[in-house]
């Protein structure tokens, strides 16, 4: 099987593949959801697992924190080992209010203030988008299941502590519904390649209210999450 300086896989990687930023979050989400269950991935712990979700194969591995590890990992996932639909599932600071602890959040569109889409040398500035297949799919999800999601501008951002207090105010002015920091990576690199990715999230922390959740919270949250992302391994 091939390898790349960061993944050496031990086991197949599925075409679906859905990417949390800590990878003891993948292997409990493997453990959790997942059959048949083979690791495929130990390089620098960052652990990869495959296994079936209702008879389909699907891959979680973790994208570590930051542009760079996921568009790194996104871009061996895709080029080397065939991966044709990510989706990176975590958490997120809501920006609005109304966009609430343990909401679901749809990256539609990510915002940065990286210049990682700099490489692509493009006349003007590029818009990170999402998959509009996979978003509607999981909108479709998310309306059975009675779940609240909104849909909308995220920003990615590379920095998480500010020296400049107004930085998050002027990304909220602009409507953007939630930061993170890794969507804009994963986008551009999926779009370059030709392949699907979407961003999924539930709210951790308000930047309205300055509320945060709970641990025990945190994980009703993302297994109403995880019961949105795991049924688009089978479109
Ligand atoms: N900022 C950046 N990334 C995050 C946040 C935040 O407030 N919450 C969860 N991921």
Same mark, same amino acid.
């Given at each position: 099987m091939k390898s790349t300086p960061h993944i050496n896989p031990q086991a197949p990687i599925a075409e679906t593949i859905l990417l949390p930023g800590d990878p003891l979050r993948a292997k409990f989400i493997a453990e959790t959801y997942l059959e048949d269950v083979q690791q495929f991935n130990s390089v620098r712990n960052m652990l990869g697992f495959t296994g079936t979700y209702q008879g389909t194969p699907v891959s979680v591995m973790g994208s570590g924190m930051g542009i760079p590890s996921i568009s790194l990992y996104a871009w061996e996932l895709i080029h080397?080992?065939?991966?044709?639909k990510l989706i990176r599932v975590g958490t997120c600071g809501g920006m609005?209010?109304?966009?609430?602890?343990?909401d679901v959040v749809i990256g539609q569109a990510a915002c940065s203030? *990286?210049?990682? &889409?700099?490489?692509?040398?493009?006349p003007g500035t590029y818009a990170p988008i999402a998959s509009y297949r996979l978003i509607e799919a999981v909108r479709e999800q998310a309306k059975a299941k009675g779940v609240t999601t909104h849909v909308g501008n995220i920003l990615s951002s590379d920095?998480?502590?500010?020296?400049?207090?107004?930085f998050n105010e002027r990304w909220q002015k602009m409507g953007v519904l939630a930061v993170e920091m890794e969507s804009a990576g994963l986008y551009a690199t999926a779009a370059h390649a030709g392949v699907e990715a979407l961003g999924i999230f539930t709210?951790?922390? *308000?930047?309205? &209210?300055g509320a945060e959740t709970t641990a025990e919270e945190r994980q009703t949250a993302f297994t109403q999450m995880m019961e949105l992302a795991l049924p688009l391994a089978a479109l």
């Amino acid at each position: 099987m091939k390898s790349t300086p960061h993944i050496n896989p031990q086991a197949p990687i599925a075409e679906t593949i859905l990417l949390p930023g800590d990878p003891l979050r993948a292997k409990f989400i493997a453990e959790t959801y997942l059959e048949d269950v083979q690791q495929f991935n130990s390089v620098r712990n960052m652990l990869g697992f495959t296994g079936t979700y209702q008879g389909t194969p699907v891959s979680v591995m973790g994208s570590g924190m930051g542009i760079p590890s996921i568009s790194l990992y996104a871009w061996e996932l895709i080029h080397v080992f065939g991966c044709k639909k990510l989706i990176r599932v975590g958490t997120c600071g809501g920006m609005q209010e109304g966009v609430n602890l343990y909401d679901v959040v749809i990256g539609q569109a990510a915002c940065s203030n *990286s210049s990682f &889409t700099d490489q692509y040398g493009l006349p003007g500035t590029y818009a990170p988008i999402a998959s509009y297949r996979l978003i509607e799919a999981v909108r479709e999800q998310a309306k059975a299941k009675g779940v609240t999601t909104h849909v909308g501008n995220i920003l990615s951002s590379d920095v998480f502590y500010h020296a400049d207090p107004t930085f998050n105010e002027r990304w909220q002015k602009m409507g953007v519904l939630a930061v993170e920091m890794e969507s804009a990576g994963l986008y551009a690199t999926a779009a370059h390649a030709g392949v699907e990715a979407l961003g999924i999230f539930t709210v951790s922390d *308000s930047l309205v &209210t300055g509320a945060e959740t709970t641990a025990e919270e945190r994980q009703t949250a993302f297994t109403q999450m995880m019961e949105l992302a795991l049924p688009l391994a089978a479109l």
